[in-house]
């Protein structure tokens, strides 16, 4: 089952972004879920992750900019993102960690412009 992501979009430099991703109850309810970003020409890395129980944790290389949080009623994880910069340009995904094949959906654009 593809797990669609939206809430992309152009955004300056210090804005701020709200992903969503929601998916099955079955997923969400076992499985700890993240978020992924890939730019153009890079590998897909995984930036968030957040516990079936609520727990996060983030990639390094986020210093703090990024929130990932989980709504059990709707079973929807979000990624917060703050303080945006030009290299967070990439298409942002939602998957479980670790990843399926058949949960890539297409993604969602963020675009920082300087």
């Known amino acids: 089952v593809q797990l669609q992501a939206s809430g992309g979009g152009l955004v300056q430099a210090g804005g701020s972004l709200r992903l969503s991703c929601a998916a099955s109850?079955?997923?969400?309810?076992?499985?700890?879920m993240g978020w992924y970003r890939q730019a153009p020409g890079k590998m897909r890395e995984l930036v968030a992750r957040?516990?079936?129980?609520?727990?996060?944790s983030y990639a390094a290389v986020l210093q703090g900019r990024f929130s990932i949080s989980r709504d059990t009623a709707k079973t929807t994880v979000y990624l917060q993102m703050n303080s945006l910069k030009p290299e967070d340009t990439a298409a942002y995904y939602c998957?479980?960690?670790?990843?399926?094949?058949?949960?890539w959906g297409q993604g969602t654009q963020v675009t920082v412009s300087s």
């Open positions: 998957n479980t960690v670790p990843s399926l094949d058949e949960n």
């Open positions: 109850r079955s997923i969400f309810s076992t499985r700890t």
């Open positions: 957040i516990s079936v129980s609520g727990v996060p």
